[in-house]
């Protein structure tokens, strides 16, 4: 494609002949190949700017910037570079977006498994489904890495075109508040869009909660502008402040009143009854998926598909078909000379992991024991948030390491302790005990003292990490699963295979 038929759309000044081909798109000079449009992004800690020359000599034959270089290779100079590579990416993709009906999924949690439990559905009506998510991104057997929840505009519509090539017709992406504000899905043509909730999370980017409520909120009105589906949480306070701005949106909640809602439902032991209400009729859910926070994802998806126009039956039935979430409150058995349960789960918030325990506590008989930590170079102001969570809803916590980064592991720990107020400390070699909290900094260790010390009816959750399978130390990636971790623990223990 040519550079003309590529900035129709873009208020830009353009240095150099429009008809120079591009064959590519990048904005990472090191990936750079023959033929490529070199996007230099200005990022947190860099300046694409500083790399332009470097794409020129891997081969880059257009340069997208906002100031003019030194090279000898066309220019496309635009005041904002992530709007414009947005608009180009489209354009060199040939809009995919328009080709199939997107759903955008968005809030601070529950993101994923709204994007599975859409995509059970999608399949039951008969429909060919894909998704761009946190755990992967996939469709039609394949499966691809996730680097970033939402990918970069260029990656983005990449992916898309390949499902629109390959037949897909609705795809779920998790939409998260840093691609609205970097205008990743700027040119994405949402046919439906979902709020779950908004709690504290990524003020580390964002700063206040309005800032990150402003940046969910583009979600919508890209959604209003033009003419799609909005459907929202009402039970959450940021969804009805959403409501009250976009009033036309559907609404689920827990409580009577909204479009969406059960009628009755009960949360078993690693299940969830239901009876829901819609405006085109009852869907009857019973599912794998426990807690009442799970409830909350499976109304986000009945809504949706609803306003789709998928009927109740086909939305009950891929309710109900979907088996587990990567990660997401994820169990174990053990048997053996111990009896209890294990669950592994992606709750990295204060607000995650509080859902994560309440559901653990309905249907617990023995003591929680909690493992978890908080990661290194994010939002500090968290960590005794996560502390007092865990100290007020479990029997025993261990604090250990999440993906410290560049931070001192000891340090993040003793932020996270601010938190736990009114809990004893315990020593790591104390076996017999009923409550308080443990610092154990190697995750291994912390999770095989919690098996160590878990007796007949207790549960265990280890929190934070879900289906991530790395742990992240002075910027090494290492090997790390906590679910091999746990089972590993388990086996060691109980003397008998996990489920």
């Known amino acids: 494609m040519v550079i003309k038929d590529l900035i129709t759309e873009l208020d830009c000044e353009l240095l150099g002949s429009p008809e120079a081909e ?19 992004i200005p990022g947190e800690h860099v300046d694409g700017h500083a ?60 993101k994923t498994t709204t994007a599975y439990l859409l995509e059970s559905v999608f399949k039951e009506a008969g429909v060919i489904p894909g998704v ?3 755990v992967n991104y996939r469709y039609n057997g394949k499966v691809f890495d996730a680097p970033n929840t939402t990918p970069q505009a260029p990656d983005l519509h990449r992916i898309l075109k390949e499902m629109a090539d390959s037949g897909v017709t609705h795809c779920a992406i998790e939409v998260s508040s840093h691609s609205l504000e970097q205008k990743r899905v700027a040119d ?17 980017y964002h700063k206040t909660m309005e800032e990150y409520f402003r940046c969910k909120s583009k979600l919508f009105k890209m959604l209003r502008d033009s003419a799609g589906i909005s459907v929202i949480n009402t039970d959450d306070e940021w969804g009805r402040v959403l409501k009250r701005d976009y009033p036309a949106s559907i609404t689920y909640s827990l409580k009577k009143g909204a479009d969406v809602h059960p009628l009755e439902y009960s949360l078993l032991d690693g299940a969830t009854e239901a009876l829901v209400v819609t405006p085109a009729g009852l869907v009857e859910v019973s599912s794998h998926l426990a807690g009442e926070y799970n409830l909350q994802n499976i109304l986000a998806a009945v809504s949706v598909a609803y306003g789709l126009g998928i009927s109740p039956s086909d939305i009950g039935k891929g309710v109900n078909s979907l088996a587990r979430v990567p990660g997401r409150l994820e169990k174990i058995e053990a048997n053996g000379r111990k009896n209890f349960r294990a669950y592994v789960d992606y709750a990295h918030t204060g607000d995650a992991l509080e859902r994560a325990l309440a559901a653990l506590r309905r249907i617990s008989s023995g003591r929680i024991i909690t493992v978890f930590g908080c990661g290194g170079n994010r939002d500090r102001l968290k960590r005794p948030k996560m502390g007092e969570v865990s100290a007020r809803l479990s029997n025993i916590s261990i604090i250990t390491s999440d993906n410290p ?28 005990v009923d409550n308080g909290y443990f610092v154990i900094p190697e995750r291994t260790e912390a999770i095989r003292k919690a098996v160590a010390i878990a007796g007949d009816g207790d549960t265990i959750l280890v929190a934070g990490k879900g289906h991530e399978d790395y742990q992240i130390v002075k910027g090494r990636k290492s090997h790390f699963n906590d679910f091999e971790e746990l089972n590993a623990a388990i086996k060691e223990f109980c003397r008998a295979d996990a489920v």
Not at 88 to 104: C, E, L, N, Q, W
Not at 188 to 201: E, Q, Y
């Open 51 to 110: 790399f332009i020359k470097n794409a020129v000599d891997a081969g880059a034959t257009v340069v997208l910037a906002a100031r003019r270089s030194d090279v000898t290779v066309p220019q496309i100079i635009v005041k904002d570079i992530r709007a414009a590579l947005s608009k180009i990416s489209d354009a060199f993709y040939g809009s995919p977006s328009k080709r199939m009906t997107v759903v955008g999924v968005t809030g601070t949690n529950g």
């Open 22 to 40: 591009v064959t590519g798109i990048s904005y990472d000079s090191r990936k750079v190949e023959g033929g490529s449009l070199f996007a230099a």
């Open 405 to 432: 980064r560049d931070e001192d592991p000891l340090e993040i720990i003793k932020e996270v302790e601010a938190g736990m107020k009114g809990v004893k400390r315990r020593s790591p070699e104390d076996t017999a």
């Open 188 to 204: 994405c043509a949402f046919s439906a869009g979902v709020f779950t909730n908004l709690t504290h999370d990524h003020l580390d």
């Open 132 to 134: 761009i998510g946190t």
